[in-house]
């Protein structure tokens, strides 16, 4: 039985930072690719980064330069640190596993306001 479970989210003030921790059980996560959607209320879920099992990624034009997506294969876990967050970052964050068929986590809330 393949679960994900994703962490850290919570509330933060513009310009602070975040560090999304999700951990996958069940699948062989080394040979696995990961990534990081977000979802705000009234839109649809966008791809935020990927981490292909290869190390080949890629970032929302929107999160460059601010968000790095990381993973640790001797966990099962990928990261996603968030920097210089802004109000337009808040949003419910799911963590996609893909490993033959896609697994999704339950989502962590995010959200940036002063």
């Known amino acids: 039985q393949v679960q994900v479970v994703e962490s850290g989210g919570g509330s933060v003030q513009p310009g602070g930072s975040l560090k999304l921790s999700c951990t996958a059980s069940?699948?062989?996560?080394?040979?696995?690719?990961t990534s990081w959607y977000r979802q705000a209320p009234g839109k649809q879920r966008d791809l935020v980064a990927h981490?292909?099992?290869?190390?080949?990624?890629k970032y929302l034009d929107s999160v460059k330069g601010r968000f790095t997506i990381s993973r640790d294969n001797a966990r099962n876990t990928v990261y996603l640190q968030m920097n210089n967050l802004t109000p337009d970052d808040t949003a419910v964050y799911y963590c996609k596993v893909i490993f033959n068929q896609d697994y999704w986590g339950q989502g962590t809330q995010v959200t940036v306001s002063s």
């Open positions: 981490h292909t099992w290869a190390g080949t990624i």
């Open positions: 069940g699948v062989n996560f080394p040979l696995a690719s």
